[in-house]
């Protein structure tokens, strides 16, 4: 694991810790939801972590007229063959990049967030089991909202982390000018064109998901993830705090997070870490706290500062 983040730093500049969640939640078996504006490299990171696990990638480029066959398939008449058969989706992938997911209407968006929910999707009313790992990372367009069809909260929670891209910093920027220049890379954000030379199997991912089991949680953890959780429902700049679900998400994701740091136990570190990706996109905010600028990340760190830290 350490080698395929290794590999995820040489290629995609000035998203260190975004490129560190993503591969989280790719063990903890979670999906992600990528939001930044063009350019900034959300397909490369999705292309690029593809191709270093070896797995089947596919990707959808949303628009408002797909239909929800698009993504999950359809049975069609075979003339040769004188019969009906299956045609499997781009779903049926071991890692799917559901680009602009907010340009597509509800039903179609609905039959890719049930997929990931169920991990498996009915053509026809015949049940297909979807490949494991199957992961989705899904990206979206803080900007240009015309013509979208913003995900409610409910599909939203089927994400674990909600990832936001922000510009690199002016070195970060030089090294991908660098990169472009001597015909390394094309893009913002990342570099290095040619084709990847897989570092971790599949094989290897189901593997490394099974040895979560053994990362440790006390229970003053457990109790500090409680205590967040229930937080965000009293404060009154929320008007829908987070719900169990987002709980486990934390749980889940800190056990991630610290075997990525080669430990097999979750400190309360850990959990202030993934707290804001986690939660950010599962809280309701008032109409009052919105008028006045609130945001989600600022009533998630006040909610951390206020929760006491066990010890």
């Known amino acids: 694991m350490q ?34 504006v063009p350019g900034l490299g959300k397909t490369k990171l999705a292309r690029t ?60 968006q609905a039959a ?63 090294e991908i000018y660098k990169a472009h220049n001597a015909g390394v890379g094309t893009g913002a954000g990342m570099a290095g064109s040619a084709a990847l030379e897989p570092v971790c199997a599949l094989e290897d991912i189901r593997r490394h998901r099974a040895a979560l089991a053994n990362v440790t949680v006390e229970d003053s953890v457990v109790e500090y993830i409680t205590a967040i959780a229930r937080h965000t429902r009293t404060n009154k700049k929320v008007q829908l705090g987070a719900s169990p679900r987002a709980g ?19 400190t309360p570190d850990d959990v202030k870490l993934v707290a804001r990706p986690a939660l950010r996109h599962r809280l309701l905010l008032a109409p009052q706290a919105e008028l006045e600028g609130v945001t989600s990340d600022a009533v998630v760190q006040e909610t951390l500062a206020a929760v006491a830290v066990p010890r």
Request: proline letters at 5%; a negative charge; zero cysteines.
């Open 112 to 174: 890719l967030l049930e997929a990931m929910e169920e991990r498996q999707v009915t053509i026809q009313g015949e049940t297909h089991k979807l490949a494991d790992p199957f992961f989705v990372i899904a990206t979206q367009n803080p900007v240009e909202y015309e013509g979208t069809y913003p995900l409610p909260e409910a599909q939203l929670d089927r994400f674990l982390f909600k990832l936001v891209l922000d510009y690199p910093n002016e070195e970060q920027e030089t």
């Open 248 to 266: 486990i998400a934390m749980l889940s994701a800190g056990k991630a997070w610290a075997y990525l740091d080669g430990r097999d136990y979750v």
């Open 3 to 36: 080698q395929l983040l290794t590999r995820m730093d040489e290629t995609i500049f000035g998203q260190r810790m975004n490129v560190r969640l993503t591969v989280a939640a790719l063990l903890a078996g979670g999906h992600v939801l990528l939001e930044g």
């Open 49 to 108: 972590l593809a191709g270093l696990i070896s797995g089947d990638y596919r990707r959808i480029q949303f628009t408002p007229d797909m239909m929800p066959s698009d993504i999950t398939g359809n049975v069609i008449y075979n003339m040769h063959e004188n019969r009906y058969v299956t045609v499997r989706g781009p779903v049926f992938s071991n890692l799917l990049l559901a680009d602009e997911i907010n340009r597509t209407g509800p039903k179609t």
